[in-house]
């Protein structure tokens, strides 16, 4: 994609990514997206199991959950997208997937809340506190660096920016 672009092949570029690398340098609109440990999500396991993954750390800058850019791309477009957050999501798709065994609990998932790094100190294996050095820093993820954090849990478009 990226030749294709620099070579004027393809006319837009759009990348839904959480990292700026070459892709999102050659693209037009970069939309950030957050990572797995920044949102909550489900996924079904290899043995059709319904499992919930809650987020752990906040999403930085002007980065969304999918659903959230999802959304904002379809209001973007004039579309009637009304879901405030990924619960009602979770329910609509666990309604139009009733006859899918694996996803019977898709509505009534819950996700637990992330403590603070002293609580999860506190709580831990000391075996195991060698995952704080490596994972659980309370210092804020370097993505999409000097991008302004949105001030409003509430602020849901995405500000569609071109790249230079």
């Known amino acids: 994609m990226i030749a294709a672009r620099k070579a004027a092949e393809l006319k837009t570029l759009i990348v839904h990514g959480v990292l700026m690398n070459d892709l999102t340098?050659?693209?037009?609109?970069?939309?950030?997206?957050?990572?797995?440990v920044e949102k909550d999500a489900?996924?079904?396991?290899?043995q059709g199991r319904l499992q919930a993954a809650a987020r752990v750390i906040p999403?930085?800058?002007?980065?969304?959950?999918?659903?959230?850019?999802?959304v904002n791309v379809g209001l973007a477009?004039?579309?009637?997208?009304?879901?405030?957050?990924?619960t009602e999501i979770r329910t609509e798709l666990a309604a139009a997937m009733s006859s899918e065994h694996a996803y019977a609990?898709?509505?009534?998932?819950?996700?637990?809340?992330?403590?603070?790094?002293?609580d999860w100190l506190q709580a831990s294996n000391p075996s195991e506190r060698w995952k704080w050095?490596?994972?659980?820093?309370?210092?804020?993820?370097?993505?999409?660096a000097g991008t302004p954090r949105a001030t409003s849990a509430q602020h849901l478009r995405i500000p569609l920016q071109k790249v230079d």
């Open 42 to 46: 489900t996924y079904v396991n290899g």
């Open 77 to 86: 477009l004039g579309g009637a997208v009304t879901y405030l957050n990924s």
């Open 105 to 118: 609990d898709l509505a009534t998932l819950t996700f637990a809340r992330p403590v603070t790094a002293q």
């Open 25 to 36: 340098a050659a693209a037009d609109i970069v939309l950030p997206g957050s990572t797995w």
């Open 59 to 70: 999403t930085p800058g002007d980065a969304q959950e999918d659903w959230q850019v999802f």
């Open 133 to 144: 050095d490596f994972m659980f820093q309370d210092l804020p993820p370097v993505k999409f």
